[in-house]
C-alpha cells in the first residue's frame, strides 16, 4: 500500500522549533519529478497549503509563514522537511504531507503561549 509517513510534530512553546520529516513513496524516479508539499488542518477550519517545493526545487509558502518555515527535500533519501521556527500559537494544526496526489496520515503540531 502506498504510504507516506511523516514524524516530528509534538508540542513546543511559542518561540520555539520543529522539524517535521516525511518519507516518500514509489521509485526514486516518480518522487523526484512529484511536487512535495505541506498542509495543515486547524481545528474546525479547512484544510491549507503551508509550503511547496517542486521538482526543480522553486519554494512557496502561505503568507502567514513566510520567513519562519523552510521546505526542503532529499531526493536521495525519498524525503521532505519542514523546519519551523518562531512557531506560534496560530500554528497548532495537524501537519500533513503530500507527494504528487498522495497525502500522509498527519503529525499533531501544538504551540503553547
Known amino acids: 500500500q502506498v504510504q507516506l509517513v511523516e514524524s516530528g510534530g509534538g508540542l513546543v512553546q511559542a518561540g520555539g522549533s520543529l522539524r517535521l520529516s516525511c518519507a516518500g513513496s514509489g521509485s526514486s524516479f516518480i518522487f523526484n519529478i512529484n511536487t512535495l508539499a505541506w498542509h495543515r488542518q486547524a481545528p474546525g477550519k479547512q484544510r491549507e497549503l503551508v509550503a511547496a517545493?517542486?521538482?526543480?526545487?522553486?519554494?512557496n509558502y502561505a503568507d502567514a509563514v513566510k520567513g519562519r518555515f523552510t521546505i526542503s527535500r532529499d531526493n536521495a533519501k525519498k524525503m521532505v522537511y519542514l523546519q519551523m521556527n518562531d512557531l506560534k500559537p496560530e500554528d497548532t494544526a495537524v501537519y500533513y504531507c503530500k507527494q504528487g496526489v498522495l497525502w500522509g496520515q498527519g503529525t499533531q503540531v501544538t504551540v503553547s503561549s
Open positions: 517545493i517542486s521538482s526543480g526545487g522553486s519554494t
